[in-house]
């Protein structure tokens, strides 16, 4: 019975572990409230305004500058959006990072909504979210990330591990690292033929 008890505890301790977030560490920085799936795919348009906005901000805070700041390293960690279906498919190995620093992004636009200089354009791009939300029908979307908060001391990392099973990420990089090594190759000939000259 102990035995049983035992197997038990490790099963759920294993399965805990195998849904917990990639890179878990200290919350000891400043808390991200959660994004879900349907405003990722709208404020991932509008991402570049309200960063464009926010690096101009003269009225910061810290926590504003923190919570910016991680909104800018998710993103480098989430390979700058580039991997196809990061926002949109659940499944991408990209998806948890991808919801990171569109929810930092987000909050990074409603504290400018509090900010007197960055007040009205913010206001402004916040308008044109909700309208887009509802426009495109996706305020009820949701996936297995969407009730996820994130904190600032905590970096969100692809699941490396899961790119082979995801068929758009293993092409997109295998894509990637056949240009590269395409370029290394190219680059090596030449050298070697001035050195022939």
Partial sequence: MQAICFGLVLLLAGSALAHS???????AGLPVPEISH?????????RSRIMDLASTAADTNEPF???LNYAEIQYSYC????MPGSVTDEQSPFNECAHAYLA???????????????????????SAVDVDMVRR????????????????????????????????SMASL??????????FFV???????????
């Fill in 21 to 27: 977030r990639s890179g878990e560490s200290s919350h």
């Fill in 38 to 46: 349907g405003e990722m795919a709208v404020i991932s348009d509008y």
């Fill in 65 to 67: 500058r923190r919570v």
């Fill in 79 to 82: 390979l700058w959006g580039r």
């Fill in 104 to 126: 930092a992004t987000k909050a990074v636009l409603l504290a400018m909504r509090d900010m007197p200089q960055e007040a009205m354009a913010a206001g402004e791009i916040a």
């Fill in 137 to 168: 029908g996706l305020s009820l979307v949701t996936c297995r990330f969407s009730g996820e908060g994130f904190n600032t001391a905590d970096v969100v990392r692809p699941r490396w591990s899961e790119i082979p099973l995801h068929p758009a």
């Fill in 174 to 183: 295998t894509g990637f690292a056949a240009i590269l090594a395409a370029g």
């Fill in 187 to 197: 680059l090596r000939r030449l050298l070697r033929i001035q050195s022939w000259e």
